[in-house]
Structure formats: structure tokens, C-alpha cells
């Protein structure tokens, strides 16, 4: 059975770089039925799609996070990983890494972590 | 970028009550669309995907509907475990893959 399971810091400065991985277990990351997402959701807000990756490696942004955002893919570990640059107070919410079905629904989430932006 | 618009942001129903959540889209997306419900503290579980499609192990007391701009949602008799926040998704693939969520409609006990 398919699990994810986010990791890394839960406060990270303002101007600094948020890095989180996505350890993925019961399945291969190289499966080509799927993409490789990385979801965000502010307090009281809904989710925001922040970006996706393929087993081939090509990466799909956000376009309004796209000049921020860096997301990569280990297979020997079966990971990936989100970098998001330059965080202000604005980027706090809970990050959900996520496996997106055919690159269109996010049929499996890990069950995310919150991460502050703080001085 | 496509935007989504649900209505109405909340709604208060009793148990056994027949409920019709809405989303629309700014523009047509064909049936690219999924629902999903998220209770407090939890993450998003997917429920329906292409519009109308129930994922495995959802009850069938939830249905969905439409093509192009205009879906539903449908819990055909309330439960106790259904009082959540609903969220619909559309994705596109052109000009680039993307995927947006509407603003959510919170079902409250009356």
C-alpha cells in the first residue's frame, strides 16, 4: 500500500530557502501512471497546487510560485523533494507531499506538515 | 488560469438531509474535474474524479455531475461522518499542466 510521508524543518526564517522531502514507501516513484506533487494549504484556506514532477524528471509549476520553486526527484531513494526560495510570512501553511493520478488528481496525500515562516 | 467558484461557502443540514454543493468553472474544462472532502486536522480525501466517477471504498450516497462550467456534488442522505469541507479541483494540461481548487463549501450541523 502506497504511503508518503513529508519531512524537514517546521520553522524556517524569513528570506530563507523551506526544504521538505517526501519519503515515498509501498510503491516506485518511477511508475509512470503517476506525477509527484507537492500541495500547500494556509490556516482557514483551501489547497494550493505548488508544483508536480514525473518520473522522467520534467517538472510542472505553479505559475505564480514558478520563479521560487525547485522541485527534485531521487529515484535510488524513492524521494522527492520541494525548495521554496525567498519565504515570507505569506508561505506558512501545512505542506502535503502527494502522488497525482495521470498528473490530474491527487488520489494519495501524506499527512503534511506545518511549516511557519518566522523570524 | 482557470478559476473555480464554489457555492455556497457553507451550509447548515440536518442528518438524512439531501445536499447539492456547486462549482463552476470560468472556463469549460470538459468533466476534468474532481471533489474532496477534508475533515478538521486531516488531509483532503479524493472522492470523485472526472466529474462523476465514485473512487473505490466512497459511499454511494455521494454523486457528482456536469461537463464544461457548471458541477455538483450530491449527498443523497447525510451523515454523521459527512459534516466536512468539500473542495472541487480542476486540472488542465494546456498551455501547462496545472491544478486549481475552488474556495470550499464547509457542511455544518444544523
Known amino acids: 500500500q502506497l504511503q508518503l510521508q513529508e519531512s524537514g524543518p517546521g520553522l524556517v526564517k524569513p528570506s530563507e530557502t523551506l526544504s521538505l522531502s517526501c519519503n515515498v514507501s509501498?510503491?516506485?516513484?518511477?511508475?509512470?501512471?503517476?506525477?509527484w506533487g507537492w500541495l500547500r494549504q494556509p490556516p482557514g484556506k483551501g489547497p494550493e497546487c505548488i508544483g508536480m514532477?514525473?518520473?522522467?524528471?520534467?517538472?510542472h509549476y505553479n505559475p505564480s510560485l514558478k520563479s521560487r520553486v525547485t522541485i527534485s526527484m531521487d529515484t535510488s531513494k524513492n524521494q522527492f523533494s520541494l525548495e521554496l526560495s525567498s519565504v515570507t510570512a505569506a508561505d506558512t501553511a501545512v505542506y502535503y507531499c502527494?502522488?497525482?493520478?495521470?498528473?490530474?488528481?491527487?488520489?494519495?496525500w501524506g499527512q503534511g506538515t506545518l511549516v511557519t515562516v518566522s523570524s | 488560469a482557470i478559476q473555480l467558484t464554489q457555492s455556497p461557502s457553507s451550509l447548515s443540514a440536518s442528518v438524512g438531509d439531501r445536499v447539492t454543493l456547486t462549482c463552476r468553472a470560468s472556463?469549460?474544462?470538459?468533466?476534468?474535474l474532481a471533489w474532496y472532502q477534508q475533515k478538521p486536522g486531516k488531509a483532503p480525501k479524493l472522492l470523485i474524479s472526472?466529474?462523476?466517477s465514485l473512487e473505490s471504498g466512497v459511499p454511494s450516497r455521494f454523486s457528482g455531475s456536469g461537463f464544461g462550467t457548471d458541477f455538483t456534488l450530491t449527498i443523497s442522505s447525510l451523515q454523521p461522518e459527512d459534516f466536512a469541507t468539500y473542495y472541487c479541483?480542476?486540472?488542465?494540461?494546456?498551455?501547462?499542466?496545472?491544478?486549481?481548487f475552488g474556495g470550499g463549501t464547509k457542511v455544518e450541523i444544523k
Open positions: 502527494a502522488s497525482v493520478y495521470g498528473g490530474g488528481y491527487v488520489d494519495l
Open positions: 509501498g510503491g516506485s516513484i518511477s511508475n509512470s501512471n503517476y506525477f
Open positions: 514532477i514525473y518520473y522522467s524528471g520534467s517538472t
Open positions: 472556463q469549460g474544462i470538459n468533466s476534468a
Open positions: 472526472d466529474a462523476s
Open positions: 479541483q480542476q486540472f488542465n494540461s494546456y498551455p501547462q499542466r496545472e491544478l486549481t
